[in-house]
């Protein structure tokens, strides 16, 4: 149930495509749902995050879709660009902070 | 500085060695977090610190021993390591019970 389940592993996208990544979840007391991007050498970096009471929300290329009923979540990356090439996670929290991870997806945008 | 900060960067150790890693937040945070990041598998949360009191460990070995003298920073204490605690460690904070959570840079802890 502690768990969140992330896919693909890694996708290829061709600049200007629309990058989707996919996570599921069984616990429904999660209430939290960020999405964090980390580049090589980095740590993780927050990117956009939804609670569980809005369908989607969206900030500039980057959309989350929530679906409760299916206790699902995904990323849109769109008008993908090389330099959004990265490692993207997806996590949950379970109660003051505590955040589980989905194993992370790589994603490489091609010129 | 900025940020959540860490050092060292890079750390390699024998499994005799003690060791410590220091994480520094410069963000008014009340919350600190250690996580271990091994390859092809999910950030693992270890520790969480509110208000220097720790409120979680997440089953981590006794080898690894967190420190929080302030809310501005954490330590990690490592001792008697074994191989596969060879990871990139991750120190986050947050506002008190928060979930935006930001993010240092990592140690790279190669255990020999």
């Known amino acids: 149930q502690q768990q969140v389940k992330q896919s693909p592993q890694s996708l290829i996208v061709q600049k200007g495509g629309i990058s989707i990544i996919n996570c599921a979840y069984e616990?429904?007391?999660?209430?939290?749902f960020p999405w964090y991007q980390q580049f090589p050498g980095k740590g993780p970096a927050l990117l956009i995050a939804i609670r569980p009471d809005v369908s989607e929300k969206k900030e500039g290329r980057f959309t989350i879709s929530f679906n409760k009923s299916a206790k699902q979540f995904s990323l849109h990356i769109m008008d993908s660009q090389p330099g959004d090439s990265a490692t993207y996670f997806c996590?949950?929290?379970?109660?003051?902070?505590?955040?589980?991870f989905g194993q992370g997806t790589e994603l490489s945008v091609k010129p | 500085e900025t940020g959540v900060t860490q050092t060292p960067r890079h750390l390699v150790m024998g499994m005799t060695n003690k060791k410590s890693l220091k994480c520094e937040q410069h963000?008014?945070?009340?919350?600190m977090y250690w996580y271990k990041q091994s390859a092809k598998k999910p950030l693992e949360l270890m520790f969480v610190?509110?208000?220097?009191?720790?409120?979680e460990n997440n089953s981590v070995p006794s080898r690894f021993s967190p420190e929080c003298p302030n809310s501005s920073h954490l330590f990690l204490h490592l001792h008697t390591l074994q191989p596969e605690d060879s990871a990139l460690y991750l120190c986050a904070s947050s506002q008190v019970a928060g979930e935006e959570q930001y993010f240092g840079p990592g140690t790279r802890l190669t255990v020999t």
């Open positions: 616990n429904t007391a999660f209430d939290y």
């Open positions: 963000l008014g945070h009340n919350a």
């Open positions: 610190y509110n208000f220097k009191e720790q409120t």
């Open positions: 996590a949950a929290n379970y109660g003051r902070g505590k955040l589980i």
